[in-house]
């Protein structure tokens, strides 16, 4: 258990919604990161947020979006869903404490299938 | 620009032997090398890392890394594979001179043949 919670586990809607996922970051750590994961895609990096603010951004889509809260959780918002963004999204954290180079701990991941 | 490289897709070796899974990399200051594994249906979890010192760098499950600056690989090896290593491994590399943003491979699958 690598100490990030990620919820919803599966999360099966249609076409044109709207959904949100929600992660948790280990104890302390202040960064989270958010990955898109498809079978033709691989590991795609999203977004970085660092103490509650954005820190990088990769490959996000202008139909996502993501923000971190006071208590270091951080949710990722998609909309107007296509049958292509189907896929596991994956939230990671990481310290920034001394000795930490930034290793990151994932979550178990968000299953989404866009029907 | 940093990115790294894992040159094969899929790896097969038999169980008992040893296996090698490839990983190169590019970085314009100093790298900091990360191997993750990611079973079905799983996230994925770290092997281990290497920053600086010793080239060989031993993890989790009798997995260990050789680092070659010369090369600029980060090689993932084990000495006898089990079956219940195959799975999906993911290198990934941060620049010591950047922020947090680590780059990770495309993933090679391990299958080990009983």
């Known amino acids: 258990d690598s100490g990030v919670t990620q919820t919803p586990k599966h999360l099966i809607t249609a076409t044109g919604q709207r959904v949100t996922l929600r992660c948790s970051p280990r104890s302390g750590d202040l960064s989270v990161y958010w990955y898109q994961q498809s079978l033709d895609q691989g590991l795609q990096f999203l977004i970085q947020y660092y103490n509650g603010e954005e820190r990088a951004k990769g490959n996000i889509l202008e139909r996502f979006s993501a923000q971190q809260f006071p208590d270091l959780h951080s949710e990722l918002n998609l909309s107007s869903l296509e049958l292509g963004d189907s896929a596991l999204y994956f939230c990671?954290?990481?310290?920034?404490?001394?000795?930490?180079?930034?290793?990151?701990?994932f979550g178990p991941g968000t299953r989404l299938t866009v029907l | 620009a940093q990115s790294v490289a894992q040159p094969e897709d899929q790896v097969n070796v038999a169980e008992g032997n040893p296996l090698t899974v490839k990983c190169t990399y590019s970085?314009?200051?100093?790298?900091?090398l990360f191997w993750y594994v990611q079973y079905p249906n799983r996230g994925l979890q770290f092997l281990l890392k290497?920053?600086?010192?010793?080239?060989l760098v031993k993890g989790s499950y009798g997995f260990e890394a050789e680092f070659n600056k010369s090369q600029t690989s980060f090689h993932l090896k084990k000495p006898s594979a089990l079956v219940s290593d195959s799975a999906l491994y993911f290198c990934?590399?941060?620049?010591?001179?950047?922020?947090?943003?680590?780059?990770f491979g495309k993933g090679t699958r391990l299958h080990i043949l009983p």
């Open positions: 990671a954290s990481s310290a920034r404490t001394s000795g930490s180079v930034g290793e990151q701990f």
């Open positions: 990934a590399v941060r620049d010591s001179n950047r922020d947090d943003k680590i780059i």
């Open positions: 290497y920053i600086t010192g010793d080239n």
């Open positions: 970085v314009s200051g100093n790298p900091y």
